[in-house]
């Protein structure tokens, strides 16, 4: 490719130094210190093939992008694991502790078991947020195809946000007493004909809700992870081109030079949320409880 480009060849050795001049700066990027407080934080991994010893592995590309106290987003975190566990993930909300990360206040992500459990240990203060969309993707393991278009529309208008018609509470509490109630009408319309996909809602279906605590403009913002979905799609549309990367770190140089990238584009881009909206709907909060 650099003889193309330039017309002549270069040594192993020059481009040797180049990765590593590289690598120094993307290094620098993943583990600069974070010293805002990022109330919003959106988690997620994606898989990539990596060569190793001779051997064609699986890694997850570990993923954090957080909304700033400004409303801006900005990428916070980019690791490599061996798979997605407790453990794994564990270790990387621990590094981005470790490198200031404060005031988290609702974490989203999809529903994997050890994301989970490692957000309550390393994030014990910050509301859980499940996506809605992987949450209506899961809900279709209990729906052959041809069951699934009327059944799963009026489920996802369940969770359509804004309320269309209606003015919004500024507590938005009477938006979550309606949801509850469309969800009822919902469950006593197809639990005869859908009973196991009926029961599964209504045991997980709260955990979709808790985008409901934030101020009314945040909603469709915050309660799935497209933020970084579409992040997401931007790595796999550049790495489909390697399809398997000789070695973890050739791996890592490129998904996280795309976040730099991604996140350059971000600050310099409008900002993403209002976040006076979230500090005047603590305060009615705490008139609230007052």
Known sequence: MTEALCGHSFSASAISAVNKSLDEALRAFAERRLNEPFPYL??????????????????????????DGEGRRQVIGVDLANRESQTSWRDFLRRLKERGLFGVELVVSDDHEGLRQAIREVLPGAYWQRCYVHFLRNALDYLS??????????LRWIGACPRAGRRPDPGDRRELVEVRRDLAAWLAKWHDKHAKLCDWVEENIEETLTYYRLP???????????????????LKRRTHVVRIFPNTESCLRLVRALAVETHESWLEGPRYLNMQDLAEHKKQALRRAA
């Open 42 to 67: 959106i988690l997620d991994a994606r898989y990539e093939k990596v060569r190793e010893a001779g051997i064609i592995i699986s890694q997850a590309v570990q993923i954090a992008v957080a909304v």
């Open 216 to 234: 009314q403009p945040h909603h469709k913002h915050m309660k799935s992870t497209n933020m970084l979905e579409r992040l997401n799609q931007e």
């Open 145 to 154: 195809r041809k069951q699934a278009d009327d059944c799963l529309q009026e």
